[in-house]
């Protein structure tokens, strides 16, 4: 069975940084593309950054420059290093794995508030 634990939320001032964290079991990881994404109170999930096999990523406009995804497929871990954050990156964060199937995490939250 796999199961994608997301960690490294919480509470941040505008302009600070925060790490999260995605920690896979269950299945082997290295092959797939793993993303994060967010939803914000009354809005669709929305994609934020992927990441794939061969560490090609992608980014929501909105976060390029500020968002950097990685992976460490030794660990089975995706990150998610986000700096110079805004109001409106408050959100819950959830890592997904891709496939044929995906996977998502119980998801982390983030608060960016003075």
């Known amino acids: 069975q796999v199961q994608l634990v997301e960690s490294g939320g919480g509470l941040v001032q505008p302009g600070g940084s925060l790490r999260l964290s995605c920690a896979a079991s269950?299945?082997?990881?290295?092959?797939?593309?793993m993303g994060w994404y967010r939803q914000a109170p009354g809005k669709q999930r929305e994609l934020v950054a992927v990441?794939?096999?061969?560490?090609?990523?992608n980014y929501a406009d909105s976060v390029k420059g500020r968002f950097t995804i990685s992976r460490d497929n030794a660990k089975k871990t995706v990150y998610l290093q986000m700096n110079s954050l805004k109001f409106g990156d408050t959100a819950v964060y959830y890592c997904?794995?891709?496939?044929?199937?995906?996977?998502w995490g119980q998801g982390t939250q983030v608060t960016v508030s003075s």
């Open positions: 269950g299945s082997i990881f290295s092959p797939y593309t």
């Open positions: 990441i794939t096999s061969d560490r090609m990523t």
């Open positions: 997904k794995r891709g496939g044929v199937v995906g996977y």
